[in-house]
């Protein structure tokens, strides 16, 4: 099955940027997009709701404005990811925006509605579902995701466990829909790698942390360009679902990075009420990152980690016919 022409079309590279929890806003969406990948944000990211349809609005003008002025160099599109989860008391308001300002891909995590999809699916949008493994695979698509996002060992944020190469065989032994890759991907050769390996896209996140237009502290940003694999610790201690964080930020709160423990989903907060704390909570304190994070050497605009990843893919492809 080909891909739609919104994941075809307009795209300087094969990639999706992930939606990062606090750290994606309207400036990092808007450069992604106009450096020709599918720039995303998670809509709990604008708070309060009412600043959702702000950075909609926004998004939507400058990217209208880059495109007429660009007319050979549009803009790629956008995304929003919408938390399904059930501790996500916004949901169902976030939903109504996305549906009145007609978003053209969303990004749904955590669980699986079928009437967000069709909500979604009422305007001609589309919609790419996080999973973790092959079971969860069948259930979005069962209830009406057009694709998925195989959400493999070695990626930022909530990640699963299964290698890529484990995760993508047995989704595409039944699914022939867009599918994408998320896991340590930080390098062009990887974006091939996932075309390689059966997924159409690459799903990247922690690659532009440390950029410019990310709404990260500066102290994260460095530690991303400091860190490498060996620095990411996988834990359900924060936020009840595993997840990556680097060693550094879960250590200047206080806890020991080896000694966590685990906590049930139950323990599932989003932080929706925006309350002041003292209290070290993940993302904003604990900070997360995938495994791909060595080829970050420095803080650098985000057009500039996209000119990286696509003349490296460019190099690697040219490798591959030589060999």
């Known amino acids: ?27 990092l969406v808007i450069a992604q997009s106009r450096a020709g990948i599918v720039g ?17 609005v926004r998004i939507n003008e400058e990217l209208a ?13 956008y995304a929003v990811n919408l938390i399904v989860h059930k501790s ?5 308001e976030d939903l109504a925006t996305v549906v009145e300002f007609q978003v053209p891909i969303v990004i749904t995590s955590l669980g699986a509605r079928a009437d967000v999809n069709e909500a979604v ?4 949008g589309i919609v790419l579902h996080d999973v973790i493994n092959n079971v969860f695979a069948h259930k979005a698509v069962e209830r009406g995701a057009d694709g998925l996002i195989a959400v493999a060992a070695g990626a930022g944020g909530h990640a699963g466990a299964q290698s890529p190469f ?5 989704i595409r032994a039944w699914f022939d829909g867009p599918l994408l890759l998320s896991g340590a991907i930080g390098h062009g050769r990887s974006v091939l790698a996932a075309q390689a390996a ?8 922690s690659a532009f942390i440390a950029t410019e237009e990310a709404n990260a502290a500066p102290d994260y940003k460095q530690m991303i360009v400091d860190s490498t694999a060996a620095d990411i610790i996988y834990s359900s201690r924060f936020t009840g679902v595993h997840g990556n964080y680097l060693r550094p930020s879960i250590t200047a709160v206080g806890l020991d990075p080896d000694n966590l423990g685990d906590r049930g989903p139950s323990a599932m907060d989003f932080g929706t009420d925006n309350s002041q704390t003292t209290e070290a909570k993940p993302w904003r304190d604990i900070w997360g990152s995938g495994q791909g994070i060595a080829t970050t050497t420095a803080v650098t605009p985000t057009a500039h980690v996209v000119d990286r990843l696509a003349g490296e893919y460019a190099e690697a492809k040219a490798r591959l016919q030589q060999l």
């Open 198 to 205: 059966g997924a159409d896209l690459a799903y990247i996140g």
């Open 121 to 124: 699916h009422s305007y001609g």
């Open 88 to 92: 996500n008391e916004r949901l169902e």
């Open 1 to 27: 099955m080909s891909l739609p022409p919104i994941l075809s079309e307009r795209l300087r590279l094969p990639a999706v940027a992930s939606p990062m929890f606090l750290v994606s806003g309207p400036e």
């Open 65 to 77: 404005k880059h495109d007429a002025d660009n007319p050979d160099q549009p803009s790629a599109p």
């Open 40 to 56: 995303s944000f998670p809509s709990l990211n604008a708070r309060p709701q009412s600043q959702f349809r702000e950075w909609l």
């Open 166 to 170: 484990a995760l993508i065989q047995e």
